[in-house]
């Protein structure tokens, strides 16, 4: 199997949110010089500090904005979108990487009784353990952005949230693990743990389009007009000639995928190359 391996301080970096421009660049698998191109965007750029002339060039990332960057790459290099137009595609709709930083960088109250049981950063879908396999998408939680007919872009994320879905597990699991003769509560672990790769529905939302190297965001009646319409844009206002049906061309990215991708590299965990074999 190929892997790639982060290096063993990144973990600490990513956790306190301050992270090189080779550590994003590894994380991320790309060159460092040509990274500094989607670096470059005010959306990221807003972030980098240098202590002092020669130092290492560092960006402060908040969690949503760690899973903006793995988003924007994802479409620049999925997509392929322009690394302008991809930035400009997570800065016009930051609620896109905060709801994938809910799950990828989950956080959940503890108690001080319970503390000692559990790690101080849960993980209730066990995405970063070191065997978990990174390259499988998780249906409850995982969310797309599609680019149809090269222009229009489509946001999908599954209609209950996936965040109660992660906090639910969570809470089920600290009840095993804090009692684990507790038949009720294992029972309902395992029939969650069962339904994780459900077919779930999508609540559907379109962003905007790209022209001319620009996107341009859908204007929404006050956050109502969110759903998937029967039409959009230029195109008929028949259900039967929605996008989401009739497109010529199509590119889903799972950018939660993205998201943990490049999680488990700046923590140090392996990453399968995506044409590498499976372990069995």
Known sequence: MQVHMGCSHEGASWHAGVLSQSQISEALEEDVETLSELLAYPAFNQFARQEHEGSTRCLTLSAAMRANLAIAHALWRQAKLSSDVAAQVVSSCPQIGASVAAITDFEHNQSPGLASHYHERPDPF??????????????????YL????????????????????????????????????????????LQ????????????????????DGTFLPQAHDNGKDDRLPSSVFERPSSAASTLEMN??????????????????????????????????
């Open 126 to 143: 066990r995405l970063f353990d070191p065997v978990a396999d990174e390259m499988l998408p998780l249906q409850v939680t995982d969310e």
């Open 247 to 280: 497109y010529r061309t199509k590119i889903s990215v799972n950018i939660s995928l993205a998201a943990r991708i490049m999680k488990r590299r700046a923590l140090g965990l392996r990453v399968r190359s995506a044409n590498a074999p499976r372990p069995w």
């Open 192 to 211: 969650q743990l069962a339904g994780l790769n459900r077919s779930v529905c999508h609540d559907r939302v379109w962003l905007g389009r790209v022209a």
């Open 146 to 189: 599609d680019l149809v007919d090269d222009r229009f872009l489509l946001w999908r994320r599954p209609e209950v949230e996936p965040v109660v879905t992660a906090a639910n597990l969570h809470a089920r699991s600290r009840r095993v693990a804090s009692d684990p003769h507790d038949c009720v509560a294992r029972q309902e672990l």
